[in-house]
């Protein structure tokens, strides 16, 4: 299955999984029949997206007790029969069978370590650019992200990223509209609707891998373990595009609150990027602007709070 045009490749190795996967394929349909609602939060527009079936993922025990007590759904022999994968750079490239966007993708690495970015940039530089090399024309292309371990990974104790189709998401849009010129600053620090943001901008991979390995230094407190952030790559021309969103937390208090006051949202790099999933519809109706703006204030970084 390997070629030379990785994009298309990728988008055929898609229509050969979803062909024989019925119930996956069902998924990826129903995308196109979900409910959404827009909320103005912090200023911007962003997305509530109604979807029962990430039940299981938004309320995912993430402890390392749950995690080692359950078969690793991203190891070999504990995927379902039907998923096929296709391999580089040390990876498996996997349909994600619980779909939030179309062309949704897992990038798992081959081994069972652990989630940790500690190393990885290059990587996930090198996947986004595999992945849109060469866009042809009217193409959305992909876009990557990362789930820290403790911040949304459903499955921390096996290395992924995640790649969906690009273009769907609020933050896409406020990246859209930043410089990518080769005279624009590398690294930026700003608020957006989900709290504190870090751009790093260039057209060479060594360079942002610096980048981020000071921002990853600036980040982490004493502990010694990784920061929790979401990070966000897009890449289009010869430039790539990073997005650092750090976190205070993973699931606001909303989620563990009981009775009225209680919502289940458990906020993933998606989540933060402005697709916010919504697996209880009476959370879906219910939620306002001030509801996100407070999720956003608790798991995301304010300056001015
Ligand atoms: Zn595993």
Not at 10 to 23: A, H, M, P, T
Not at 61 to 66: G, L, V
Not at 146 to 175: I, M, W
Request: glycine share 6%.
């Amino acid at each position: 299955m390997m070629n030379t045009c990785h994009y298309s490749g990728v988008v055929r190795f898609i229509e050969s999984q979803l062909s024989s996967w019925k119930e996956v394929r069902d998924r990826f349909e129903h995308l196109h029949h979900l409910h959404y609602r827009q909320l103005l939060v912090n200023r911007a527009n962003i997305k509530l997206q109604f979807n029962s079936l990430r039940v299981r993922s938004t309320m995912a025990k993430t402890d390392c007790a749950s995690v080692e007590s359950r078969p690793c759904f991203l190891c070999a022999g504990n995927r379902p029969a039907e998923q096929i994968f296709w391999e580089w750079n040390g990876y498996r490239v996997l349909v994600n069978p619980y779909p939030i966007l179309p062309k949704h993708l897992t990038l798992a690495d081959s081994r069972h370590v652990p989630q940790s970015i500690a190393g990885r940039i290059a990587d996930m530089l090198a996947w986004t650019q595999w992945l849109n090399e060469p866009l042809p024309e009217n193409e959305p292309g992909f876009f990557v992200f990362y789930n820290g371990a403790k911040c949304g990974a459903s499955a921390p104790d096996h290395f992924h990223f995640q790649a969906v189709e690009a273009g769907h998401t609020p933050l896409e849009q406020h990246l859209a509209g930043r410089s990518t010129n080769a005279g624009a600053p590398l690294k930026t620090c700003e608020t957006g609707f989900s709290g504190r943001l870090i751009l790093l901008t260039g057209n060479r991979a060594e360079t942002l891998c610096d980048a981020f390995a000071d921002v990853y230094r600036q980040c982490r407190n004493a502990s010694e373990e990784e920061p929790m952030m979401n990070i966000f790559c897009r890449y289009a021309n010869g430039v790539w595009q990073m997005a650092v969103i750090p976190r205070r937390k993973h699931r606001p208090d909303c989620y563990f609150a009981a009775g009225d006051s209680g919502m289940l949202i458990s906020p993933g790099a998606l989540d933060m990027a402005g697709i916010v999933v919504i697996v209880r519809e009476s959370d879906f109706n219910r939620i306002t602007s001030a509801d996100m703006e407070q999720v956003y204030g608790e798991v995301g970084f304010f300056s001015s709070r």
